[in-house]
């Protein structure tokens, strides 16, 4: 079987996750944000040094132990890629309950409750399977499921751009309530306005590599880069959906 030649994705990135911060990349498919995000998870090898929380991931095996993913936890833009179809919404935000014991067994029912009203579902949904959800459904419940183990950076790759607008305004709006002085988010989105509403510094990514970072006034007001200003250039003018 032929395998593909090695390339290089992501060359030359380097920034930093401030706690009680909410940092987000921007930029095209294919432009390097997802490895960036891969790489933080030990999905991915490669060459350079990552540290998180104190953690040199860089250092760690190819499959990091359960403290390493207690700390770090991501939400993708699929959820059937981390569900179990057959689970229940239950079993899926229990477990990490479960497997992480930073919580009495006899908070975990509670505890479930709490996830869900947080992410906006209803407790009457705890014994539907993933499969019997719906898309935006499953996305809140592996959204509750990431935050059970109380994680110190959550990293989220287009996670709420399969949800409906009220309700990934509803879910952003608890995200940046839950990041503190002692966690610290990555957001990866292509969608500006809620990246502008949301994040505290936004890097973009153009061909593997950070082309210029800025708070979000800064990026989409007076961006620098030329890649920058065609990416702000393209994002679509409500009001000519009013014209004609």
Known sequence: ???PAPFTAVDDVSFELKSGAITAIVGESGSGKTTVARALLRLV???GEVTVDGVAVHDLPTYPGLDYRRRIQAVFQDPLQALNPRHSAEQLIGE?????GHREPTEHSARIDELLEHVGLD???RPRTARELSGGQRQRVAIARALASEPRVLVLDEALSSL???TGTRVARLLRALVDADS???????DLAL???LCDEVLVMHNGRIVERGSPDDVC??????YTQRLIAAIPDPADALVG
């Not at 610290?184 to 292509?190: N, Q, S, V």
């Open 1 to 3: 079987m032929l395998r």
């Open 45 to 47: 090898p490669f060459e």
């Open 96 to 100: 990490p309950l479960r497997v992480h």
């Open 123 to 125: 407790a009457e949904l």
């Open 164 to 166: 409906d607008v009220t």
């Open 184 to 190: 610290a988010m990555l957001f990866i989105a292509h």
């Open 195 to 197: 990246v502008r509403q």
């Open 221 to 226: 007001d007076r961006p620098q880069d030329p």
